[in-house]
């Protein structure tokens, strides 16, 4: 199974930009969906979005579209999340995830990051 | 949204005894249900998925079953590594995955 390394932690201000990395050991994430969730401190996961490497898709929950990007590149394997204007509530640990445990209708997250803590603080 | 509420949301229990994680959907979401278990400082490990499918490497004491809006996670002997939060996730509609709350799982 491929091993998922994610960038370091971070410290940021309000209103700034955080761009979290997430690396395939091996330099590929083959046909993987990459995906990105978070979970804030005592809190349950929440998803944010997700990209096909192979060809460049990406797709954005809701509640994020407008202030998060998902790009990947397949050069290096790797996959990035880079979220904007953020608050002091966007303070979580952020996680990327491959879905490769399916059935014949829904893939799940079955390989994920190390995580990386995100704190937003003025 | 499906909205997942996961109940006790806090279970303790003593090592050999069998523990029992109820997870319901406020709407069906017919076998498209995954446990997940969280450590403190670790990401979330694949339990089961399908509803009942165990992931691999996963001991047999930890089962899943249900359908539709209620689903239970059954761990059978339990473990002190068993100590952890589990998390139940659903996908019903695309790309709308939600998580319940967690259970924390407390070994006595």
């Known amino acids: 199974q491929v091993q998922l390394v994610q960038s370091g932690a971070e410290a940021k201000k309000p209103g700034s930009s955080v761009k979290v990395s997430c690396k395939a050991s091996?330099?590929?994430?083959?046909?993987?969906?990459v995906h990105w969730l978070r979970q804030a401190p005592g809190q349950g996961l929440e998803w944010m979005g997700r990209i096909i490497p192979i060809l460049g898709i990406d797709h954005y929950a809701p509640k994020f579209e407008g202030r998060v990007i998902i790009t990947a590149d397949k050069s290096t394997g790797t996959a990035y999340m880079e979220l904007s204007s953020l608050r002091s509530d966007d303070s979580a640990v952020y996680f990327c995830?491959?879905?490769?445990?399916?059935?014949?209708?829904?893939?799940?997250?079955?390989?994920w990051g190390q995580g990386t803590l995100v704190t937003v603080t003025s | 949204e499906v909205v997942m509420t996961q109940f006790p949301a806090t279970l303790s229990v003593s090592p050999g005894e069998r523990a029992t994680l109820s997870c319901r959907a406020s709407q069906s979401i017919a076998s498209n249900l995954a446990w997940y278990q969280q450590r403190p400082g670790q990401a979330p490990r694949l339990l089961i998925y399908?509803?009942?499918t165990r992931a691999t490497g996963v001991p047999a004491r930890f089962s899943g079953s249900g359908s539709g809006t209620d689903f239970t996670l059954t761990i059978s002997g339990l473990q002190a590594e068993d100590s952890a939060i589990y998390y139940c996730?659903?996908?019903?509609?695309?790309?709308?995955?939600?998580f319940g709350q967690g259970t924390k799982l407390e070994i006595k």
């Open positions: 399908g509803a009942s």
């Open positions: 995830s491959t879905t490769t445990v399916c059935t014949s209708t829904v893939c799940y997250f079955d390989n």
């Open positions: 091996g330099g590929t994430f083959s046909n993987n969906k």
């Open positions: 996730q659903q996908y019903n509609y695309w790309l709308r995955y939600t």
